[in-house]
């Protein structure tokens, strides 16, 4: 299937999408979620990182004052 054939099929117009421009939209759509998936993990670990960061500095200071008197 062309990409012309692709990029002018819509799904509001009543007509059904071929088995081959099924696939293709589902396949698509699937790239688009792994990617989107990968971001948010790598966001989320992101911020973990920066927030055990925060977390061991916040320690490492209230140890040394008690420590330190």
């Known amino acids: 299937m062309s990409e012309q054939e692709m990029n002018s099929y819509r ?3 009543g007509q059904e999408p071929t088995d081959e421009m099924l696939e ?3 396949k698509e ?4 979620a ?3 998936n990968k971001k948010a993990s790598d966001a ?3 911020q973990m990182r920066h927030n055990i960061a925060k977390n061991r500095a916040m320690w490492a200071e209230r140890i040394n004052n008690i420590i330190n008197g």
């Open 44 to 46: 989320h670990f992101e």
């Open 11 to 13: 799904f509001g117009t």
């Open 34 to 36: 792994r990617e989107s």
């Open 24 to 26: 293709q939209i589902m």
């Open 29 to 32: 759509v699937a790239e688009e």
